[in-house]
């Protein structure tokens, strides 16, 4: 009679080993797949559209304090410009009528590119989002199988195991879980973070527009758009480490070690979090810009 007890004990506890171990597995892959979608959706949208009072800030500190700069910086360059024309030819004796058309031409296109530096920094990203968002759409894999073939799965190789290995599995898929939403909230930081640095990148851009008519202050502005495009394309570069994760993690639902492929995929989430926090750097080196 005890011995039936005891039977009964221990198939009550491999069943609810079983199910707790289930529970985190699933829990696991639903917030791998999540995590995709959640850096899809971030970096798909624009500074205007992911937070409006924030850029309605941003523009209104970027035209009250910034333009002013800017126009300051603006009048130095054209009448250093100017002079600069006029006394490299000859000190002012071959002086030419179509010398002032120029000149002429080149302050206006200072002012309307100082004028217009939001609508260009803008375009630059929603060009930049539109790679994102058609990045995403090509991305067919998703890193969570169906719930029933998962659950099929599990049961099955989970059936044939004692106590003791799934208690173990119990302790390591808990462990792995936890790691995993760490690591999710460790890629929502980067994400963020990104999204700040784009809204202070743009809330100086009249300063660095405000130098392209000259050659030489021109460095400034050059370097500037660089970062702009560097900053734009991360987003690409971020959907590119998502696919290749998506896949990667695909790989290992279907492998025959229960133990391996719950340390396979928290080691592809690991790696997909090194790899974002590089993507920045990618950008930068591919644009040149420093």
Same mark, same amino acid.
């Given at each position: 009679?005890?011995?039936?007890?005891?039977?009964?004990?221990?198939?009550?506890?491999?069943?609810? /080993?079983?199910?707790?171990?289930?529970?985190?597995?699933?829990?696991?892959?639903?917030?791998?797949?999540?995590?995709?979608?959640?850096?899809?959706?971030?970096? =798909?949208?624009?500074?205007?559209?992911?937070?409006?009072?924030?850029?309605?800030?941003?523009?209104?500190?970027?035209?009250?304090?910034?333009?002013?700069?800017?126009?300051?910086?603006?009048?130095?360059?054209?009448?250093?410009? /100017?002079?600069?024309?006029?006394?490299?030819?000859?000190?002012?004796?071959?002086?030419?009528?179509?010398?002032?058309?120029?000149?002429?031409?080149?302050?206006?296109? =200072?002012?309307?590119?100082?004028?217009?530096?939001?609508?260009?920094?803008?375009?630059?990203?929603?060009?930049?989002?539109?790679?994102?968002?058609?990045?995403?759409?090509?991305?067919?894999?998703?890193?969570?199988?169906?719930?029933?073939?998962?659950?099929?799965?599990?049961?099955?190789?989970?059936?044939?195991?004692?106590?003791?290995?799934?208690?173990?599995?119990?302790?390591?898929?808990?462990?792995?879980?936890v790691g995993t939403q760490i690591l999710s909230a460790l890629t929502a930081v980067i994400l963020y973070a990104r999204m700040v640095e784009i809204y202070l990148y743009i809330s100086v851009a009249p300063v660095p527009f405000a130098t392209f008519?000259?050659?030489?202050?021109?460095?400034?502005?050059?370097?500037?758009?660089?970062?702009?495009? =560097?900053?734009?394309?991360?987003?690409?570069?971020?959907?590119?480490?998502?696919?290749?994760?998506?896949?990667?993690?695909?790989?290992?639902?279907?492998?025959?070690?229960?133990?391996?492929?719950?340390?396979?995929?928290?080691?592809?989430?690991?790696?997909?979090?090194?790899?974002?926090?590089?993507?920045?750097?990618?950008?930068?080196?591919?644009?040149?810009?420093?």
């Amino acid at each position: 009679m005890l011995e039936g007890i005891f039977e009964e004990i221990a198939e009550w506890m491999h069943g609810l /080993l079983a199910d707790m171990v289930l529970a985190d597995m699933e829990a696991m892959y639903a917030d791998a797949d999540g995590q995709a979608g959640m850096i899809a959706g971030a970096v =798909a949208v624009t500074p205007q559209g992911w937070n409006a009072p924030v850029y309605s800030m941003i523009r209104n500190l970027s035209d009250s304090i910034m333009m002013p700069v800017a126009g300051i910086i603006i009048t130095y360059v054209l009448c250093y410009e /100017l002079v600069s024309m006029l006394t490299e030819k000859n000190n002012m004796h071959d002086i030419d009528t179509w010398m002032f058309f120029k000149y002429l031409i080149k302050a206006w296109i =200072a002012v309307y590119l100082v004028s217009h530096t939001f609508d260009i920094t803008l375009a630059v990203f929603e060009m930049g989002s539109r790679m994102a968002k058609t990045a995403a759409e090509s991305i067919r894999g998703s890193t969570a199988p169906d719930a029933a073939e998962l659950t099929r799965m599990l049961e099955e190789k989970m059936e044939g195991m004692g106590l003791g290995e799934l208690f173990l599995l119990e302790i390591e898929a808990s462990f792995v879980t936890v790691g995993t939403q760490i690591l999710s909230a460790l890629t929502a930081v980067i994400l963020y973070a990104r999204m700040v640095e784009i809204y202070l990148y743009i809330s100086v851009a009249p300063v660095p527009f405000a130098t392209f008519s000259n050659r030489e202050w021109g460095q400034i502005g050059n370097n500037y758009l660089r970062g702009l495009f =560097a900053l734009a394309f991360q987003g690409f570069f971020i959907m590119a480490c998502v696919g290749i994760n998506a896949v990667l993690v695909e790989s290992v639902h279907t492998a025959d070690n229960i133990h391996a492929a719950l340390f396979g995929t928290a080691a592809y989430m690991a790696i997909l979090f090194v790899s974002l926090r590089r993507t920045k750097g990618l950008s930068q080196s591919v644009f040149s810009a420093h």
